[in-house]
């Protein structure tokens, strides 16, 4: 018996992608979410959606790509094969300069144009599990002038599986590594090695699955005043990118800030944005 099994698992891991096959996935996963994979990424796409092949016991790529496109449950698998091509590395108060950068100026700035309503929105596009949008409601829950402010943060990923954990709140020491340690004391609690946020942080933060290259669904979301979208555009082409950043322009506000990663960049788009250097940050304010 263990001969057998062991004979089967050789004989689905020999399975290889074709490169029509695999140019067939490229596109169906441009066309549905704007994340491009280039030539030389064919390996990296047979090893992530190798397990699914296995999950579903079908003997071969196409197989899977059939079921993709043409199955019943095709629409729960979509959200098993987001999470296998999308990375969701990240962790509280990361790239911590570009944060007090934002509390330093943009939140004076959105403070002063919304003065009279005293409410602030804000959008974390590509959340992952959870750990910006939870890091901003902190950092705003400790700003004394906001005391009395209606906050509300968006937080949104592609990803179903990383949402859930979102929506739990809870933690390992290892990604709550920067945190300080009297906030860490105040708004978690400690129990077996992990931590879970408290009711007035995760009260703040509202969760939602939305695939930025969805164009229809980004019109849903309006009036915002400053988005959140980091480490996120490295993933897709200009055609793709152009897209997006059209689209999070017009989820703001007039004059909204739009806050990106530290290595990317919105080259060529200068009708859409200004640009702001506070500090070693570089923050786009809606033209």
Same mark, same amino acid.
């Given at each position: ?134 890091? =901003?409601?902190?950092? /705003?829950?400790?700003?004394?002038? !906001?005391?009395?402010?209606?906050? %509300?943060? *968006?937080?949104?990923?592609? @990803? ?87 689209? =999070?322009?017009?989820? /703001?506000?007039?004059?909204?800030? !739009?806050?990106?990663?530290?290595? %990317?960049? *919105?080259?060529?788009?200068? @009708? ?16």
């Amino acid at each position: 018996m263990k001969h057998a099994l062991s004979k089967s698992a050789s004989k689905q891991s020999s399975v290889v992608m074709s490169d029509e096959t695999y140019n067939q996935f490229r596109t169906f996963i441009y066309e549905q979410t704007g994340i491009s994979f280039q030539n030389n990424q064919k390996y990296l796409l047979e090893s992530r959606l190798l397990p699914r092949l296995k999950e579903h016991k079908l003997a071969s790529y196409e197989d899977y790509y059939h079921y993709l496109r043409f199955d019943t449950y095709r629409d729960k698998e979509l959200s098993a094969l987001f999470e296998l091509i999308t990375t969701n590395e990240t962790y509280f108060y990361r790239d911590i300069p570009q944060l007090e950068n934002f509390m330093k100026t943009i939140v004076p700035a959105m403070m002063e144009a919304n003065k009279a309503t005293k409410q602030i929105r804000i959008w974390s596009a590509a959340c992952s599990t959870g750990d910006e949008p939870y890091t =901003l409601a902190i950092m /705003l829950l400790e700003h004394l002038p !906001l005391a009395g402010w209606t906050i %509300e943060i *968006l937080a949104t990923d592609i @990803n179903d599986a990383v949402l859930t954990q979102a929506r739990a709140g809870v933690y390992d020491a290892h990604t709550l590594r920067h945190v300080p340690i009297t906030l860490k004391r105040k708004y978690f609690v400690e129990q077996k090695g992990h931590f879970t946020l408290t009711a007035a942080v995760k009260g703040r933060v509202k969760f939602m699955n939305l695939n930025l290259y969805d164009r229809p669904r980004l019109k849903l979301v309006r009036g915002i005043d400053t988005v959140f979208c980091r480490n996120c555009l490295i993933y897709f082409d200009d055609k793709a990118k152009w897209q997006i950043v059209t689209d =999070l322009q017009a989820t /703001l506000k007039p004059n909204g800030y !739009l806050v990106i990663g530290f290595s %990317e960049s *919105l080259t060529n788009m200068g @009708n859409l944005f200004r640009t702001m250097q506070t500090g070693r940050s570089v923050v786009y304010q809606k033209v």
